[in-house]
T-cell receptor, first 113, second 113 residues
Framework: KQEVTQIPAALSVPEGENLVLNCSFT??????LQWFRQDPGKGLTSLLL?????REQTSGRLNASLDKSSGRSTLYIAASQPGDSATYLCAVGGGGSNYKLTFGKGTLLTVNP | DADVTQTPRNRITKTGKRIMLECSQT?????MYWYRQDPGLGLQLIYY???????NKGEISDGYSVSRQAQAKFSLSLESAIPNQTALYFCATSDSARTPRQFFGPGTRLTVL
């Protein structure tokens, strides 16, 4: 059974700092990996999707990497801002199909002004 | 306007009551999903539907049923609510023809007393 772990569970940084969120998964037979942002009362927002054949994806100040063989992904946030404060969720698409997501518990990020 | 909407946003009910949570989407996506999120846990898949005539159980379907009334509408029912079904419920959609990226609604907070 796929298990997804996110470290750290919580992170507090000063504004402007570059930071890395980590995600690891136990079964490397995945179709894709997705990063989401969750804000209170607003549900989940899809940030980045990396297909299993890709190594990384970038969107603005966000860069996500994928190393399937080692079962790891990182989300890099450059020049963090208070508006980046949220819970970041990693989800792995696998289990024989690309739609079946297994989620980690998330990293709660606080960016202090 | 939101692409994926959920009603109600908050609901308090009593043990044994039947309740329905509704999801509508204007994205034109064929696939729809219901998840639940418990505090400190990752999201878990309850049911998913590839189209109106294709509905499948997820990881935790016991105690739940669904109805796909149209491509744009997917409802989740709790036939006889119990306190451990207290959770945050999310609906999501994806387009099988384009990307496995999933798009989430704002969530319904359900409390069963």
């Amino acid at each position: 059974k796929q298990e997804v772990t996110q470290i750290p569970a919580a992170l507090s940084v000063p504004e402007g700092e570059n930071l890395v969120l980590n995600c690891s998964f136990t079964d490397s037979a995945i179709y894709n990996l997705q990063w989401f942002r969750q804000d209170p009362g607003k549900g989940l927002t899809s940030l980045l999707l990396i297909q299993s054949s890709q190594r990384e994806q970038t969107s603005g100040r966000l860069n996500a990497s994928l190393d399937k063989s080692s079962g790891r992904s990182t989300l890099y946030i450059a020049a963090s801002q208070p508006g980046d404060s949220a819970t970041y969720l990693c989800a792995v698409g696998g289990g024989g199909s690309n739609y079946k997501l297994t989620f980690g518990k998330g990293t709660l990020l606080t960016v202090n002004p | 306007d939101a692409d994926v909407t959920q009603t109600p946003r908050n609901r308090i009910t009593k043990t044994g009551k039947r309740i329905m949570l509704e999801c509508s989407q204007t994205k034109g996506h064929d696939r729809m999903y219901w998840y639940r999120q418990d505090p400190g846990l990752g999201l878990q898949l309850i049911y998913y539907s590839f189209d109106v005539k294709d509905i499948n159980k997820g990881e935790i379907s016991d105690g739940y049923s669904v109805s796909r009334q149209a491509q744009a509408k997917f409802s989740l029912s709790l036939e006889s609510a119990i306190p451990n079904q207290t959770a945050l419920y999310f609906c999501a959609t994806s387009d099988s023809a384009r990307t496995p990226r999933q798009f989430f609604g704002p969530g319904t907070r359900l409390t069963v007393l």
